[in-house]
């Protein structure tokens, strides 16, 4: 079974809307985090945002919030007032584990954002 | 300060040839990794070192080899490459991901390998 899965292969959004990447997980470990990366056309992988599975809180990194539904085992990606530059392949991943045996991250196999003016 | 480089950015080898790539890191990171990236199948992990001379292996480990003799540098060999190894392929490295850090991995600019 998929550890990550992301269920939207394409989303179109207009700028300046909002749009929702969906991700849900698989795990029987009670502490992991779930991560969002953004990778460009330029081909390199950035860090967006961060969920701990103790965090009471929904985690927000400017325009970036993560919909965390710990019952549902989602980890929605939620970009405000989407830009241009927003187009891109968004991955969501997973680590399991508290320590350095779930060191490594699983990844989803992505959605394709296009952003169009 | 340049984060996570890799070497080379491109490579194409032919079926039975080796090779070496390289990463290095300047982030004084313990925690280093491989993966390969497919179309359509996201990223997978190869290897990864959690110390100076440790390695472990991931979700796809079979014909590759790593190495971690210094702490800065992590080096992903193929000794006999086969057309199923054509990927492009990402170093990362992180801090200890022991709770409550975050530990996110920060990727090099990744190599894209082909093998005909």
């Known amino acids: 079974a998929q550890k990550i899965t992301q269920t939207q292969p394409g989303m179109f959004v207009q700028e300046k809307e909002a749009v929702t990447l969906d991700c849900t997980y698989d795990t029987s470990d009670p502490s992991y985090g779930l991560f969002w990366y953004k990778q460009p056309s330029s081909g390199e992988m950035i860090f967006l945002i961060y969920?701990?599975?103790?965090?009471?809180q929904n985690a927000t990194e400017g325009r970036y919030s993560l919909n965390f539904q710990k019952a549902r085992k989602s980890a929605n990606l939620v970009i405000s007032a989407s830009q241009l530059g927003d187009s891109a392949m968004y991955f969501c991943a997973m680590r399991e584990g508290p320590g350095q045996a779930g060191t490594a991250l699983i990844f989803g196999k992505g959605t394709t954002l296009s952003v169009s003016s | 300060n340049a984060g996570v480089t890799q070497t080379p950015k491109f490579r194409v080898l032919k079926t039975g040839q080796s090779m070496t790539l390289l990463c290095a890191q300047d982030m004084n990171h313990e925690y280093m990794y491989w993966y390969r990236q497919d179309p359509g199948m996201g990223l997978r992990l190869i290897h990864y070192s959690v110390g100076e001379g440790t390695t472990a292996k991931g979700e796809v480990p079979d014909g590759y080899n790593v190495s971690r003799l210094k702490k800065q540098n992590f080096l992903l060999g193929l000794e006999s490459a086969a057309p199923s190894q054509t990927s492009v392929y990402f170093c990362?490295?992180?801090?200890?991901?022991?709770?409550?850090?975050?530990?996110?991995?920060?990727f090099g600019p990744g190599t894209r390998l082909t093998v005909t």
């Open positions: 990362a490295s992180s801090y200890s991901p022991v709770a409550p850090a975050v530990g996110e991995q920060y």
């Open positions: 969920q701990g599975s103790y965090d009471q």
